[in-house]
């Protein structure tokens, strides 16, 4: 992610759109931010496996509360920068519906979900990172669920990606 919001800055810089300092400031704080939760989620998952594998439950337990808890935050952190990018030239359209459907409909509103989840759970151990709202009442459907923590980065990462690809050619094409 941050790899593409720089190029994004430079070619901002180049192309003389106006725009507003303070959004890109703010968003290479959560860039910043989310970079960092995502590392520490990876670091506590490593160590959940070392405390399950001695039987350390305490530390287990402590690992798995700050991953969820770190979890949240990710989506929160995600779900601001995605509103500050769409008020960024070239990025109005910017979304990502991992991220979207995550913050929505397991985190703000739940109870408001096709089959309410009114019970807060998290899956960890999967390649997919963390994911939230696995405890479902019997016989839910699950039209609403995560994909899992890094898949949803990566999709917003990529989402970002192509809005700046876009954004460069129609500076080359504006240019030529």
Known sequence: MTEAFK???LL????GKE???????EARGKIDNINHIVRSIKEHEISLQK???VGDRIGARASVKEIH??????YYAAWRLRNILRKLPALQSFECVGVRTVRNWLLEHPENNPTPILSSSIQIGG???????VLRPEGDD?????????RNVDQFEGNLVNL????EKKLKSDAA
């Not at 808890?69 to 990710?74: H, M, N, R």
């Not at 699950?142 to 890094?150: C, E, F, H, K, T």
């Open 7 to 9: 190029t994004y800055c």
């Open 12 to 15: 901002l810089e180049q192309s």
């Open 19 to 25: 725009y507003t300092h303070e959004y890109l400031d």
């Open 51 to 53: 405390q399950l594998s």
């Open 69 to 74: 808890i770190k979890s949240e935050a990710f």
């Open 127 to 133: 390649a997919y990172g963390p994911v939230l709202g």
């Open 142 to 150: 699950i039209r609403v669920w995560d994909s899992g923590l890094y």
């Open 164 to 167: 700046v690809r876009i954004f």
